[in-house]
């Protein structure tokens, strides 16, 4: 699907058609995001000058392994003091041997003792306040949205329900023209609950891209608890790449903005402070990190936040 609509995209706009192309996302665009890649590669082989000039991609806070993405998140957990010993034994116990989308019922029960255990938090960023839901709602009841705020509203996946579940909307976009029984969400368990397309583990497709000499970066927020960098240092460390450049700070205006480092075809970058979404909790961060990736130069090791020759 993604495939075609590239194709349509590129044939309705064909200025773009031959430039230098590139594939980001996060979350579960740590399956998608290399999935359309590996496609996009496969299908320009033999050609001299592909329409989809493509030359990497970039994935974030990826889900990339079951079995590493899983003991590397309950080890976050515990080791940031979210849950008890009994449950990260339990949840080790029952979880990481199976599918983390369609996981066992031991392992739904563990996850779910994990959750309560969590308490009143926002997981996908540790250091930010979590959604009051019921605050927020009352004060938007009047039929307005709220203005932008400052910085990190951790109600935004509320907006986004109730905005793209108009009927207006969801006509101007083209949606829902099946006419599906059930309200659009952002995370969907009815999708969860059905979906088939869900390997386990990306690391086939990294070897070949690999191979093939593609640009590929790999980042994390170090305040996201939903897949953590302790989750991506794992599964990195798994597929056993030589390193380049060693562990090291980067900066921005002469602070520590986060750390990198270098494998052969892989760059891996942590930013300082974010959560599961990078681009909207560290914006100014976020765009250091993509000009660094379609320059393809590793980040700033100096304070003045350009990289030293």
Known sequence: ???????????????????DFYIAGESYAGHYVPQLSQLIYRRNKGIA???????????????????????????????????SDSTYKRLNDTCPLGSSTHPSAECTQAVNVAYTEFGNIDPYSL????????????????????????????CN??????????????KALHANETRIPYAWNTCSTTVANNWGDAPIS???????LLEAG????????????????????????????PIVTKWY???????????SQVYKGLTYVVVRGSGHQMPLLRPRQALIVLDHFLKNKPMPSNGTGVQSS
């Open 249 to 259: 700070p980067w900066y921005d205006k002469e602070m520590v903005a986060g750390w």
């Open 157 to 170: 996946w509320m907006y986004a329900i109730e905005y793209f579940n108009l009927p207006e909307v969801q």
């Open 1 to 19: 699907d993604n495939y075609r609509f590239l194709e349509g995209w590129f044939n309705r706009f064909p200025q773009y058609k031959y430039r």
């Open 49 to 83: 000058r592909p329409v989809i000039n493509f030359k990497g991609f970039m994935v974030g806070n990826a889900v990339t392994n079951d079995y590493y993405d899983l003991i590397g998140t309950f080890e976050h957990w515990w080791t940031h003091g979210l849950i």
């Open 202 to 208: 990306m690391f086939p497709i990294y070897q070949e």
């Open 127 to 154: 250091n930010t306040p979590p959604c009051n839901a019921t605050a927020e709602m009352k004060r938007n009841r009047r039929g307005h949205y709220p203005r932008m705020k400052r910085g990190y509203d951790p």
């Open 214 to 241: 593609l640009r590929i970066w790999v980042y994390n927020g170090d305040a996201d608890a939903i897949v953590p960098l302790t989750a991506t240092r794992h599964t990195l460390n798994a597929l056993k790449l």
